[in-house]
């Protein structure tokens, strides 16, 4: 039986545009930690989850509890780190309920490392070890975003790996409704998305509504639109623009803060609602089912506790009439390669997933960039995650962390280097 003998854990720095949220704007490295577990006989299984250096001092603290386990007992595992680590309550994490916790982002980097293990040992990819493949390949939508000039990091994106219009739409300002339509239509163009995101609660709504209201038209109604203002309009201000959008948007995702504004708004506009903010945990759901709070629900494996957390949570939401569909951050191919053997073992994926990876130009994966077509990713056929780290690419992603200095993300503090004085409001129209 393999055991657990060494556990490796890299922060890695990532280049990263100056794109533009609710919280105020990207740093120009993002951070992530990659979690390699290597058994007694030299079996290893990596990983890759959100950077933060508190995480990543609960991850060191996390290996005497992991050492000599057998990679296979997942159920073990969870418990033991549940017993160390306890399960943080929503009202303990106070403004973000959906972060910081450190339980479910060790157990999901320890997780997906150990059935990567698995799937080696047994010869069989993620995807089988989650019950099975429903699609060879998974869909993916466009994730817009306003946008200052610029690539992120010091030396920019070196060499771009995009070579159509993507590489200069990509460092382009998007802060105007026309400039996003032109970010949509690069980025399509690219990767072949056929449904669109727009990370909105930057501008006030008229400037977003309109983007939205342009992208229709440039687009026209067979492709699906949604709008992401991360919780900070007032329940009124969803009301008010929540109308002009409707009919144009395939759902609206995170428009106010809270369950119970969030059912207000559902139940006033009648357009279905998503949420990556509001329900976030298994503890948020019947709370949620109480009060009607969503349609769908954008599950994260990194944020959720797993793969396999994450196909418990499709079994909920079939049960309640939930759907189900995928939140992202900037991360890359340990990551997306992960996102992709869980989206072709649920049983439907009637959403395109979202990703931020059109946005990042490194890799950590041997042999570069993972490839769309027509927005789709091919699922990964080797043992597995079926893809392997690049040690060079590591290494060099691990110096950047060392010199730029940056220990977690904070897009407010960035934003207030640009726009000196700027305040996070966690509801601001
Ligand atoms: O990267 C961003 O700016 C996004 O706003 C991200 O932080 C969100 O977690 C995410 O993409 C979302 O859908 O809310
Ligand atoms: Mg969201």
């Not at 106070?94 to 490392?113: N, T, Y």
Request: charged letters at 25%.
């Amino acid at each position: 039986m393999p055991l657990i003998q060494e556990i490796h854990i890299t922060p890695i720095a990532i280049v990263d545009p100056p794109l533009l949220n609710a919280a105020g704007l990207h740093a120009p490295y993002a951070l992530r930690t990659v979690v390699e577990i290597v058994t007694d006989d030299r079996i290893s299984g990596i990983s890759e989850i959100p950077g933060n250096a508190d995480i990543d001092a609960a991850l060191e603290e996390a290996k005497a509890l992991l050492i000599g386990r057998d990679p296979f007992n997942l159920n073990v595992i969870r418990q033991v780190l549940a017993g160390h680590f306890g399960t943080e309550s929503a009202a303990a994490r106070g403004d973000a309920p959906w972060d910081q916790r450190k339980l479910v982002h060790i157990f999901s980097s320890v997780e997906v490392a150990c059935l990567d293990i698995i799937g080696k040992i047994t010869g069989r990819p993620v995807v089988d070890l989650l019950g099975g493949k429903m699609r060879d390949r998974v869909p993916f939508s466009a994730y817009l975003f306003y946008k200052f000039e610029g690539a992120g990091g010091p030396l920019g994106f070196g060499t771009d790996p995009y070579a159509t219009g993507w590489a200069a739409a990509r460092q382009a300002a998007a802060l105007d409704p026309e400039s996003i339509v032109e970010q949509a239509r690069a980025m399509c163009k690219e990767f072949g998305f056929q449904s669109i995101k727009l990370k909105g609660g930057v501008f006030e709504p008229r400037v977003e509504v309109d983007s939205m209201l342009a992208l229709h038209r440039a687009f026209g109604p067979a492709v699906p639109l949604r709008v992401d203002p991360n919780a900070i309009w007032e329940v009124d201000t969803a009301i008010r623009y929540g109308r002009e959008l409707k009919g144009i948007l395939e759902y609206l995702e995170d428009p106010v803060r809270g369950q119970e504004n969030m059912a207000r708004v559902r139940k006033e506009l009648g357009i279905p609602l998503a949420t990556n903010m509001c329900t976030t945990s298994f503890g948020d759901i019947p709370r949620s089912i109480e009060l009607g709070s969503e349609d769908i629900i954008l599950s994260d494996h990194h944020f959720w506790g797993g793969l396999r957390a994450s196909m418990t949570l499709s079994g909920i939401c079939e049960t309640f009439g939930r759907g189900l569909s995928m939140h992202s951050n900037s991360h890359l191919g340990i990551s997306l390669a992960a996102m992709v053997h869980l989206g072709a073992a649920l049983p439907g994926v009637p959403y395109a997933l979202d990703t931020h990876y059109p946005w990042q130009s490194d890799e950590v994966i041997v042999g570069g960039r993972i490839q769309f077509d027509e927005g789709s990713v091919a699922v990964p056929t080797g043992p597995g995650l079926g893809v392997e780290l690049d040690r060079a690419a590591l290494q060099k992603l691990h110096q950047n962390y060392l010199e730029c200095g940056l220990k977690k993300r904070d897009d407010e503090i960035e934003m207030q280097k640009k726009v000196p004085g700027w305040e996070f409001k966690a509801v601001r129209w």
